[in-house]
């Protein structure tokens, strides 16, 4: 088993930055996907990037690209998302997600979901 936890969302204004954390613990050698989503209100949970633990493999959704990125902390088990030029079209509850081989945009793909943490972007 895997357990991953979330966290840094909160409120920022647009055009500023907030640095996601998900925190891996458990079974870590199991993973090999990390991919975190997003869930706006009324909306349904959309994907926005995915990395494995080297980096090797990226994949990101068009809203994320150029604005967001993926950094990673092997001793602790963590891996980062770096999001910038923030937008309200942002705010979101942001879904870490890990899965033992490579799943990209594939929810299905993914065994292990972390809580969730929000992201408020304000204009």
């Known amino acids: 088993q895997v357990q991953l936890v979330e966290s840094g969302g909160g409120e920022v204004q647009a055009g500023g930055s907030l640095r996601l954390s998900c925190a891996a613990s458990?079974?870590?050698?199991?993973?090999?996907?990390m991919g975190w989503f997003r869930q706006g209100p009324g909306k349904e949970r959309e994907f926005v990037a995915a990395?494995?633990?080297?980096?090797?493999?990226?994949l990101e959704a068009d809203s994320a690209k150029g604005r967001f990125t993926f950094s990673r902390d092997n001793a602790k088990s963590t891996m980062y998302l770096n999001m910038n030029s923030l937008e309200p079209e942002d705010t979101s509850v942001y879904f870490c997600?890990?899965?033992?081989?490579?799943?990209?945009?594939?929810?299905?793909?993914?065994?292990?979901w972390g809580q969730g943490t929000q992201v408020t972007v304000s204009s």
């Open positions: 997600a890990a899965a033992r081989w490579w799943s990209g945009s594939y929810q299905p793909g993914y065994e292990y």
């Open positions: 990395t494995n633990w080297d980096g090797g493999q990226l």
């Open positions: 458990g079974q870590t050698s199991d993973i090999y996907t």
